[in-house]
T-cell receptor, first 116, second 115 residues
Framework: AQKVTQAQTEISVVEKEDVTLDCVYE???????LFWYKQPPSGELVFLIRRNSFDEQNEISGRYSWNFQKSTSSFNFTITASQVVDSAVYFC?????????????FGGGTRVLVKP | DSGVTQTPKHLITATGQRVTLRCSPRSGDLSVYWYQQSLDQGLQFLIH???????AKGNILERFSAQQFPDLHSELNLSSLELGDSALYFC??????????????FGPGTRLTVL
């Protein structure tokens, strides 16, 4: 069965600090897909990134970067020079290639609070 | 704005009642998904429809049902409502028929409060 664990429930930082969100996943499938979503205080879920299991390249998008390590089953997310607008709950999610349909299994989320 | 629309935004009802949540996917998307977000259970997958047919079922109660219509919009019906059904219900959509595990884009959600 697939499982996603986000051990950090809440992280509080001061603006301009870097913050890293941990995500550890479990799956028996050899092909799978990992995602990060952001849920700001307004409540919607915003897609940030998708990573395939066969592509271990790290990715950077502006102040956001992602570190995918298959050996440790982790897909961590770093916000560099955090801003108040980064305050949100961030979810890591997993989808297995062999599973029927396209079910996303989410972690419990990490609430990030960026103080001015 | 993801392009996925959900109505209503808020719904307040009483225990034992029945409600219908509506979702319109992004233009061209063939798949629709429903998720429930509650404080105790987190974000849980309920059901996936592709082009009108059910593709996968998750932790969806028997009191809940869904369907996807020919115009691809979807409805989630919740009946015999209980206090514990109070949650944020999300709809998501995705497109590529050849890529079963395509990225899902979420709507703004419907917040259901059962009193």
């Amino acid at each position: 069965a697939q499982k996603v664990t986000q051990a950090q429930t809440e992280i509080s930082v001061v603006e301009k600090e870097d913050v890293t969100l941990d995500c550890v996943y479990e799956t028996r499938d050899t092909t799978y897909y990992l995602f990060w979503y952001k849920q700001p205080p307004s409540g919607e879920l915003v897609f940030l990134i998708r990573r395939n299991s066969f592509d271990e390249q790290n990715e950077i998008s502006g102040r956001y970067s992602w570190n995918f390590q298959k050996s440790t089953s982790s897909f961590n997310f770093t916000i560099t020079a955090s801003q108040v607008v980064d305050s949100a709950v961030y979810f890591c999610a997993l989808s297995e290639a062999r599973a029927a349909g396209n079910k996303l299994t989410f972690g419990g989320g990490t609430r990030v609070l960026v103080k001015p | 704005d993801s392009g996925v629309t959900q109505t209503p935004k808020h719904l307040i009802t009483a225990t034992g009642q029945r409600v219908t949540l509506r979702c319109s996917p992004r233009s061209g998307d063939l798949s629709v998904y429903w998720y429930q977000q509650s404080l105790d259970q987190g974000l849980q997958f309920l059901i996936h429809y592709y082009n009108g047919e059910e593709r996968a079922k998750g932790n969806i109660l028997e009191r809940f049902s869904a369907q996807q219509f020919p115009d691809l919009h979807s409805e989630l019906n919740l009946s015999s409502l209980e206090l514990g059904d109070s949650a944020l219900y999300f709809c998501a959509s995705s497109f590529k028929p050849g890529l079963d595990k395509d990225t899902q884009y979420f709507g703004p959600g419907t917040r259901l409060t059962v009193l």
